[in-house]
């Protein structure tokens, strides 16, 4: 069982003895050189900094000097007006991973939720679902789409932005993460990359090829990327029930098989007088089928009057992306225009059979068998546009319009025994995703501005308005269709500034003052009820609410970032939300006709919430810190996080899914006359506590992953890399508790091997 958990006293001194032993290292080397721009590592040369010109805000147009040099990770970071990290090509090859969630969590600020090696919620700041604003290519992820389902091959760079832009969305109480895929031509590349990864006696081989290069003859410029991967895995979980009436526990052994493959790519032709068209498919499909079987041992209930089960399952998803993006100068500013078509299609299939025995014969349950088969679609579609228009006076002006449509429609069917699917009193029920259709359309208009006040200051001021209808249609025991209209709109305001206290130097602060939000998934708007099948306080029956207003967030941000001689960085920043109009699901019951509970669960706006953190992140050489150290290129970043939610009695009455911290500490060394480079990485998340309602809880044990990568340079143009994913893994335990009754949940995390063999054709 899984018990309250505090942040040890060392987890709540840690930013602090980060924060100052990187600054005392710091200081001694400004005591040492003169305070002047930051010269990166040679494997980054950087474009020189123009003062003249205001730093840039996410995705605005500025003027540089071009000399054929890469601008570096660091650099770009400096430039930005709203508080934005880069992750560009070379840290996100450092370890070969073979998902995005592997290479995300390693990121200041981001932590995954789930169990370690098998995907999960991607957070900022803690916040769970809907907080954090995930884009692909600077435009909303749709359809169903997993970022595990990329590979981490198509990544050009990853934008981590902490507070919004009017140009990225408001949608990011928690911040953005923006994964922009490989880029337009740059330089001739073909790569060829095989790996085979082993986890609990499994194999799991992968396979990825890039191409960049022109057609002269055309005009054009392309990229391709694709990749395969197999996945074979075993998962164990044991969920054990517990209350006054009840003690029993139900393990669950499976093996999932699955079979990917994507495509993605990109066409760009350069036109006449600097315009250009570009052209960006991208296709997704896997396959997959898994087997399960469970056994239930402890006192026999009611609800389930089985000792055994097994299930098959067999699932596929298609999703196909194709976006265009024309750019064009008008007048004396830059015009871009962007048409994206999407399609997703996804199929599910599941058999399952519970018996009282093993051997299946009668008994007070006798067999049961069920069958669920769902297929979703969705389309979509959407436009936007983007004047930039570059003044004399040193402002920069971003207006832009998006407009985004999705049509979703789900066809669903349960059985039982080859009939209708039964409640608990025998009763035949459906489901709302039983023929559910439903749209929505997104308008968003903004305005930004950014320019430098003086030598000093550098300044940006944004507006957006975003609305969104939403409309849907599903069907309801007792109420027939359903038909459930919402409609909401936002106006967030947003200012953000840049001081530097030496106008030639490197250190600065950043301010920020936004507004946010976070609107109400479409499932939770759907106005009818979805019954559980075993009805109890931990598994009720849901009830949509077509009503829920969106959250709003008023928001500050601070931050100093420290800029060593020698390419390194150390960031202190600190944030507050305050939130309006929290959603969060209230769970509640009500007496049957024969004197019996009936458990619901709805989400409902419940009043007002807080959150606030500290965040310190930084990288540098060793080297910069002590000349005869060792070259080891070092990593490091770690959080504290609080939040209260007004309307629960604390303690822990905190948001939900939010951690009171994180922790990462990595390094990369190559070995001196040899062709061997080896690094690692230690993340950390403390165990914690979320007090939901005066008698729910929900609990989390505490997460530790290392990871350890070698790296041989077999020639110039083929290397070989070994990857050791969660050493020494550790079980996944996390409990629901709800007035008198407690379901804890235990699932194993395994040890994953990989080897891949790197090739430049």
Known sequence: MLHQSRAPFALKRLPLALSCGLWLAAAGLRAQTAPTEPTPPAAEATLPAAEATPPAAAGATQKVEINGARTSDTEQRRRSTASKIIVGREEIEKFGDSTVGDLLKRLPGVTIGGTPGRGGQIRMRGLGNGYTQILLDGERVQGGLSLDSLDPDQIERIEIIRAPTAETGGRAIGGTINIITREGFTRKLNDLKASVAYENGRVQPQLNWSREDKFEALGLDYNLNVGVNRRDTDDKSVVTTTSPTKD?????????????????????????????????????????????????????????????????????????????????????????????????????????????????????????????????????????????????????????????????????????????????????????????????????????????????????????????????????????????????????PLLHAVWKPEPKGADQVRMSLTRSYRSPPLANLIASTSYSKHNDPTSPDRIGNPDLKPELATGIDLAYEYYLPGGGMVSFSAFRRDIQDLMRTVYFSRLNPDGSKQYYSQPQNIGDAMTQGVEIDGKLRLTELWPDAPAVDLRANAALYNSKVKGVPGPNNRLDQQAAGSFNLGGDYKLPGTPLTLGGNFN???????????????????????????MYQLSATARLRLTASNLAPRENDTESIVGDQTVATQSQSYLNWRLGLELKL
Not at 693 to 708: G, I, M, S, T
Request: net charge negative; hydrophobic share 30%.
């Open 684 to 710: 950390w998340q403390p165990g914690y506590t979320t007090r939901l309602a005066d008698d729910q809880y929900a609990k989390q044990n505490a997460k530790r992953v290392v990871d350890l990568y070698a």
């Open 248 to 492: 029993y526990t139900e393990t669950d052994t499976s093996r999932s098989k699955r079979t990917g493959v994507n495509l993605g790519g990109k066409l760009q032709w350069k036109l006449d007088g600097g315009d250009s068209l570009q052209v960006m498919p991208f296709i997704v499909h896997s396959e997959g089928d898994s087997d399960k079987t469970g056994q239930v041992i402890g006192t026999a209930v009611p609800e389930l009057p089985f000792s055994t089960s097994r299930s098959h399952s067999d699932s596929s998803l298609t999703l196909g992306r194709l976006n265009s993006m024309y750019k064009a100068q008008i007048g004396d500013g830059r015009l871009e225009a962007r048409v994206g078509l999407g399609m997703s299609r996804s199929l599910s299939n599941t058999h399952r059979v519970e018996q009282d025995s093993e051997d299946g014969t009668a008994g007070n349950g006798g067999v049961a068998t069920f069958d669920d088969r769902n297929l979703s679609r969705e389309r979509s579609a959407s436009l936007n546009t983007k004047y930039s228009l570059l003044l004399e006076n040193g402002h920069n002006i971003v207006s832009g319009l998006e407009l985004d449509r999705a049509h979703l429609s789900q066809d669903r069917s349960q059985l039982q025994d080859g009939g209708p699917l039964l409640d608990a009193d025998g009763q035949p029920v459906s489901d709302p995703g039983d023929n559910l259709q439903a749209r929505s359309m997104r308008t968003a208009v903004y305005s930004q501005d950014e320019w430098t006040i003086d030598p000093h200051w550098s300044a940006y001021a944004g507006l957006r308005w975003e609305g969104i209808r939403t409309h849907s249609e599903a069907p309801d025991d007792k109420l027939g269709t359903v038909v459930g209209d919402n409609s909401s709109s936002v106006w967030t």
